[in-house]
């Protein structure tokens, strides 16, 4: 007498992939997945602690809200790369304070347009 096994195996098979899933919890809002490790329903994506709209990856500081995007500002020191002096370097500071951004304060340089 042979018994066929299949049925069992294809059943059991079947339980186990809808059972492993992708971890989604149907009570989780939409854009959510339910995470495992933290038993709670957490946002599907790139994480944004200081919500100010740039993800984790791509923020200079992701603590704090006033440090925005380093495609904004390169040297994260922040000065909005149109504005600051040197991009590449946090120290070189803003036109606004130095406005030929040759290192001299606009108080100490008789000529602050030129460099």
Known sequence: MSVNLRP???GLLA???VACGDDEDPTC???QIFSQ???RCIEDGPTDADD???AAADDCDDSNAMLGARSADMDCDGVPTAMDCDDADAMAGAMSADMDCEG???AEDWDDADA
């Open 52 to 54: 100010d709209g740039v």
């Open 15 to 17: 339980v186990a992939l």
């Open 37 to 39: 490790t933290e038993n």
């Open 29 to 31: 809002s939409p854009g």
């Open 8 to 10: 069992l195996v294809l």
């Open 104 to 106: 001299v304060t606009p």
